[in-house]
């Protein structure tokens, strides 16, 4: 029994995928903050902003298609 089989299971899962999409918003914001240093000519913490913004992005549009996934199959009716 998966945790998307109940009602319950699916508030759970897009409520995780919310709490989890908005930490890593706040990521990507702390990281663009970081990532204006480039042009201060601090490469350092420009580069750890430019990881920062890509990689929360990246978790961002993760998160996006793992709930385009589990409402298709669940829309389907498989298990």
């Given at each position: ?15 995780q995928r919310g709490i989890l999409g908005t930490l890593l918003g706040i ?9 204006r240093e480039l042009a201060t000519g601090n490469l350092l913490w420009g ?33």
């Amino acid at each position: 029994m998966t945790a998307t089989d109940s009602k319950t299971g699916q508030f759970a899962s897009t409520l995780q995928r919310g709490i989890l999409g908005t930490l890593l918003g706040i990521v990507a914001i702390l990281g663009f903050g970081l990532l204006r240093e480039l042009a201060t000519g601090n490469l350092l913490w420009g580069g750890v902003g430019l990881l920062l913004f890509v990689g929360a992005g990246y978790g961002i549009i993760a998160l996006f298609l793992e709930g385009y996934d589990e409402g298709r199959d669940v829309s389907r009716g498989e298990q």
